[in-house]
């Protein structure tokens, strides 16, 4: 493990990360922490608050591109370690680490930039009647240290120096990471990057630890120390909710956001599908099984209305599917999840297998399936629509286009929606569209949802149980607004106040004054 510029050795057992595709052990063995490594990088992080929310933007933004900068350095040494632990192709390794210093950077030009802080200023009016006005400045400043909790399907982007870890860091948190038990040796990787980044910026020592643990004492007493003020979680529902119910239960709670599960449904509207059924047939299962179906916005569901067209698009995708191979799974207990789906799938009454691949359920394989049900199934039977992480998916016929209403009412809410139209279906598509709104936090015409962009304008969230708050993201610029909170400052003397808000604005922040936007 990594606290603060030291590293240590763990008392509480050993642990080794597994190459999924040679179904082996790795080396070398990592030493699990207790509650004493806990507290100790708890403690650090607290001691390291106060001044790193305080330092220069541009040193901030400097410590994110050094971070990105260093992963890059890694170069083959990193690719090769994530290959192993994860039985990805080196090409999705590559991207994937490409999107990790993307978000470094985006979030080092967010910094730079300060619309973040919301400076907001309201002028003191003396001789307001019947009451004056006095002097009234806000800000936002960072919650406090932040725990983060790795990913097992990103090990670069959601992991140690991903997405909830930069956000925290460009808000001024530090940060505390609690390595996935399936990526030990990326995470340390990564996580030397960032220390010696600290260092070289001159930042307090506690900004930034790596937890190693085994079994859930670990992150619970991680969430549950009183130095920690939200946390950032990506996997699944189960690990979200015990989190959840951990930070509500502390003296003083706090924000966990939490990203668990969806099934992204698509949405086949009738002129589209007419025109384009093999066509979208095959970007549909391209995009079911990318990545053997581990993302997050993997497309678990699809609706459409029963006509020949539907029929067509049933058939061929069944056929594609049918060309596509088994892929190595992430983990074994990944694997063992996604054939424990399938099997719930294929005993289900009005549930049918279209197409399955065969494979052997030795070892990590995952194979592609495809299974075909109705809205009336599922209006009585909801839990068939039930998340099962991997390559598989479900096609269910709708009687009437009210009837798809009716289903996607019932339905929990999701990361996204993808409505394949054209000019004919507009119409249809504007009816549903308001409920499209109030389920999910992202809606995709004309594509797939596969393929998170890291941008400004980007949301990766959604109603619960999609995500624990449906207020934020945890993709793209607006996600460091969830390690943020409000103070306004009344009278405050000139020597004290903060470049954000003083007058002369010497940060030539953007900043709302008198209700009016400027930048002076």
């Known amino acids: ?59 901030r933004a400097q410590f994110l ?44 030009s967010v910094v730079c930039e300060g619309r973040w802080i919301c400076a907001t200023l309201d002028s003191p009016q003396p001789d307001r009647k019947p009451l004056p006005r006095p002097d009234l400045r806000l800000r936002k ?42 990526h030990l040796g990326i995470s340390e990787l990564v996580a030397r990057v960032i220390q010696k980044a600290v260092a070289d910026c001159g930042l307090h020592e506690g900004v930034f630890s790596l937890l190693v643990g085994q079994g859930n004492a670990i992150g619970r007493d991680l969430v549950q120390h009183p130095a920690i003020k939200a946390v950032g979680f990506t996997g699944s529902r189960l690990g979200g909710f015990s989190l959840m119910r951990i930070a509500a239960e502390r003296p ?17 509207f009738p002129s589209a599908l007419a025109k384009n059924a093999e066509t979208l047939a095959k970007g549909f299962v391209d995009s079911v099984t990318l990545g053997v179906g581990q993302f997050c916005t993997n497309p678990g569901i699809v609706f459409g209305v029963e006509s020949e067209a539907f029929q067509r698009f049933r058939r061929a995708a069944a056929q594609e599917l049918s060309t596509r191979s088994a892929g190595t799974m992430l983990s074994p207990q990944i694997h063992s999840a996604y054939q424990r789906g399938l099997e719930r799938l294929e005993a289900t009454p009005d549930v049918h297998t279209l197409a399955r691949i065969d ?21 009585a039977e909801p839990e068939c629509a039930d998340e099962v992480f991997g390559p598989s998916s479900i096609l269910v016929g709708c009687e009437t286009a009210d009837e798809m209403r009716m289903v996607l009412e019932q339905m929990p809410g999701q990361l996204t929606a993808s409505l394949l139209l054209d ?61 943020m909170r409000p103070v306004s400052y009344q009278n405050m003397p000139k020597a004290l106040m903060p470049a954000s808000l003083q007058d002369e604005n010497p940060l030539k922040l953007w900043r709302v004054r008198d209700g009016k936007l400027e930048q002076r």
């Open 1 to 59: 493990m990594l606290i603060g510029g030291s590293e240590v050795r763990g008392t509480e057992g050993v642990l080794r990360a597994w190459n999924p595709t040679a179904g082996t052990d790795m080396e070398p063995d990592f030493a699990a922490g207790g509650q004493v490594e806990v507290n100790r990088a708890c403690l650090l992080a607290q001691e390291a608050f106060d001044s790193y929310r305080e330092t220069p933007l541009e040193t």
């Open 65 to 108: 591109r050094a971070v990105g900068q260093g992963i890059l350095d890694l170069g083959d040494r990193l690719v090769d370690r994530a290959c192993a632990e994860t039985g990805l192709p080196r090409g999705r390794i590559e991207g994937e680490r490409g999107r990790t210093v993307a978000q470094l950077n985006l979030f080092a």
């Open 141 to 182: 400043i960072a919650l406090g240290p932040v725990a983060v909790f790795g990913a097992s399907n990103f090990p670069l982007a959601f992991s140690v120096a991903g997405g909830d870890s930069a956000a925290a860091f460009a808000a001024g948190c530090p940060v505390v990471v609690k390595a996935h038990p399936s």
């Open 252 to 268: 003083e709670p706090i924000p966990v956001y939490a990203e668990m599960s969806s099934i992204n449904p698509i949405l086949l």
């Open 359 to 379: 494979a052997t359920r030795e070892g990590c394989l995952g194979a592609p399936a495809l299974f075909s049900s109705t809205a009336k199934q599922l209006l």
């Open 423 to 483: 000019q004919q279906d507009l119409e249809m598509a504007g009816a549903l569209l308001p409920l499209l709104e109030r389920k999910v936090g992202r809606i995709v015409f004309n594509g797939f949802p596969t393929g998170v962009e890291v941008s400004h304008a980007m949301v990766h969230g959604g109603p619960f149980p999609a995500t624990s708050d449906s207020r934020t993201t945890s993709v793209g610029a607006s996600a460091i607004e969830r390690f």
